[in-house]
């Protein structure tokens, strides 16, 4: 191949930007969706009975984190690799734990936490070890 040639098989910085891109969307996306819902003045709506609270903790902490890892290049984080996912989903578990002690009509629960944290744990150490 000459100087000035790239190999036609190998990405662009187009398609590694967009694919860049792609990948965050749904991390970003979530975290905006779960910051909203942390601060609306109006929890769990529906039936009483119907409260299915630490369970939607438990799976939308659990995507997100799932997301996060799948981020090209988050097997090269410093130490723990993609499972730094889950270290940094349980932070943000807690601030929005924070963040609902200062809305009105709502409050922290310790609990919401640690539904956050196991499903962003469960849910990246199953990703990791499920055989694609």
């Known amino acids: ?4 040639m790239t190999d036609p098989s190998s990405p662009n910085v187009e398609q590694i930007t967009g694919r860049a891109h792609r990948q965050i969307f749904w ?3 979530l975290t905006a969706v779960i910051t909203w819902e942390s ?3 109006v929890p769990g709506v529906g039936p009483a009975w119907l409260s299915f609270d630490k369970l939607a903790h438990f799976g939308v902490f659990g995507l997100l984190a799932t997301t996060i890892a799948r981020i090209d290049g988050a097997d090269r984080w410093p130490v723990i690799g993609e499972l730094w996912a889950i270290v940094l989903v349980s932070i943000y578990g807690l601030g929005t734990e924070l963040l609902q002690s200062l809305t009105p009509m709502r409050s922290m629960e310790y609990n919401d936490w640690l539904a956050d944290t196991f499903g962003a744990a469960v849910a990246v150490i199953v990703y990791l070890r499920w055989t694609w």
Not at 1 to 4: D, H, I, L, T
């Open 1 to 4: 191949m000459s100087a000035g």
């Open 39 to 41: 601060v609306s003045a």
């Open 27 to 29: 991390p970003v996306l």
